[in-house]
């Protein structure tokens, strides 16, 4: 197995991408059982913040790094919370607390169109000059309240009007075939089977 640090303190994230990659035999590690600390990620981008977070991950660690910038961007706050999803609500991060302030924001509006979108970078080293990069996107809706219990972050808040359920109230193998970090890691899958660590 390719050991592969996650730039990542995020289990669920880790375990969703574990699932992934442990089939072409790659064994992802959290970067906090290796003592890696969070990188700053003060960029307006997904790539930027993504590139960031592994290259501090690599740096500290020595090995390929693999790191994930994703967001929820909704149309009618002009793509907002984006790359601050994760403290849409400020700081400590709170799931609750962000999804009480989305639901705040829209309470007066009708387009409610939103989309996921995950950013993928994977360095073979800290100074690789070329990264691989992939990204995807999920299109939905936000509701007006949560439903569901699966998933996390937006999850609850999050229809996809096609299926008539939430992130949140799928099932977590399919979530793990159709959401935007799996879009993403299907672009990098393809990558790395033409160009391997």
């Not at 609500?89 to 705040?104: F, M, Q």
């Not at 949560?146 to 996809?160: A, C």
Request: aromatic content about 6%.
């Amino acid at each position: 197995m390719t050991r592969l640090v996650l730039a990542s303190n995020n289990a669920k994230k880790a375990d969703e991408l574990s699932a992934l990659l442990e089939p072409l035999g790659y064994d992802v590690l959290l970067q906090s059982s290796l003592g890696v600390t969070e990188a700053d990620e003060p960029h307006p981008t997904f790539v930027e913040n993504a590139l960031a977070k592994a290259r501090h991950a690599a740096r500290i660690t020595g090995l390929p790094a693999l790191a994930d910038d994703s967001g929820l961007c909704v149309f009618a706050l002009g793509g907002a919370p984006g790359v601050h999803s994760a403290r849409f609500a400020g700081d400590p991060k709170s799931d609750a607390r962000n999804n009480e302030l989305l639901l705040s924001r829209l309470a007066d509006c009708d387009d409610r169109r939103a989309f996921f979108s995950c950013t993928l970078v994977l360095l073979r080293h800290a100074d690789d000059p070329q990264p691989l990069i992939a990204d995807g996107q999920w299109s939905g809706e936000i509701l007006h309240a949560p439903r569901g219990d699966n998933g996390f972050g937006y999850d609850p808040l999050f229809l996809l009007p096609e299926m008539g359920q939430t992130a949140a109230e799928l099932d977590g193998a399919l979530k793990n075939t159709l959401s935007h970090r799996a879009q993403a890691m299907r672009h990098l899958l393809t990558r790395l089977e033409a160009t391997r660590l």
